[in-house]
């Protein structure tokens, strides 16, 4: 893969807009580690390496979590997540892939069960900004270390 441009350098207002989104969702979110578990299946859905190695090591900066990176694809079969991850994790998934069924209504009801309504927005704008990010990078032609 090679880098086609720099989106950044080339439409700055777009850029800005993003990290606008980015900043949302950071300020809203409380946990960190579940911020990021989000932000890194949405990026294993989506095949994006640029991403995904960005969002493992600031995962990795919250602690020792190499166990859940390392488990992630397959969350749902094994005991390291909890209720309320599982239920991110596969809103975040529903959502990326939200053309093939939308969001059940059992899944929204499972979510809610452990967020408000205002948080559910919340997670929808992190999911969206994710998956924004990723179609941005592999449409550009980013990969890990392309900035550097």
Known sequence: MSLRFNYRAVNEQAFRTMMTLEQYGGGRIKDKVLYELVKIRVSQINGCAFCLDMHAKDLMKLGDYADHILLLSVWHE???????????????????????????????DKVMEHISQEEFVDWI????????????????????????
């Open 78 to 108: 094994v005991p390291l997540f909890t209720e309320k991850e599982k239920a991110l994790l596969e809103l975040a998934e529903t959502v990326t892939l939200i053309s093939q069924a939308g969001v059940p209504a059992a899944l929204y």
């Open 125 to 148: 704008m992190v999911i969206n900004t994710i998956n924004n990010w990723n179609r941005i990078a592999i449409s550009t032609g980013m990969y890990p270390g392309c900035f550097n």
